[in-house]
C-alpha cells in the first residue's frame, strides 16, 4: 500500500558526513511513522532513528545519538537522515521504514524500502 524508495547511499571517508532520503508514496494515513533501520555484514538488523510524520516524536539509537540527525518534510512525503562524523562502524545497508497508526518504527513496521548502501572507508 504505502511505497518507499531510499536513496543518498555513497562511499565516504571517516568523519565525513551523508544525508539519506526517503519518499513515500501511497496512502500513509493520517497517522504514519517513518525511520531508518541498518545491516552490517554478519550483523543483525538494528534499529537508527524514528520520527512521526508530526515531526514531534524522535527516537534515536545510542550508537548514532548526536550524530545522525533525521527529520520530515511532509510536502514531498520524504523523510531525511542526515550522519556526520561518520565512523567506520556505520557501515552498512540503510533500510528505510514505515508504520501506519503509530508513532515510531522502532518496535514495527508495515512497509520496507530496498535499501542503499553507505560505506565509510579510512
Known amino acids: 500500500q504505502v511505497h518507499l524508495v531510499e536513496s543518498g547511499g555513497g562511499l565516504v571517508q571517516a568523519g565525513g558526513s551523508l544525508r539519506l532520503s526517503c519518499t513515500a508514496s501511497?496512502?500513509?494515513?493520517?497517522?504514519?511513522?517513518m525511520g531508518w533501520f541498518r545491516q552490517a555484514p554478519g550483523k543483525e538488523r538494528e534499529f537508527v532513528a524514528s520520527?512521526?510524520?508530526?515531526?514531534?516524536?524522535?527516537e534515536y539509537a545510542d550508537s548514532v545519538k548526536g550524530r545522525f540527525t533525521i527529520s520530515v518534510d511532509t510536502a514531498k512525503n520524504t523523510v531525511y537522515l542526515q550522519m556526520s562524523a561518520l565512523k567506520y562502524e556505520d557501515t552498512a545497508l540503510y533500510y528505510c521504514?514505515?508504520?501506519?497508526?503509530?508513532?515510531?518504527?522502532?518496535?514495527?513496521?508495515?512497509?520496507w524500502g530496498q535499501g542503499t548502501q553507505v560505506t565509510v572507508s579510512s
Open positions: 501511497g496512502r500513509t494515513g493520517s497517522v504514519y511513522a
Open positions: 521504514a514505515g508504520r501506519r497508526g503509530y508513532y515510531s518504527v522502532r518496535l514495527q513496521c508495515d512497509d
Open positions: 520520527i512521526s510524520w508530526s515531526g514531534v516524536t524522535i
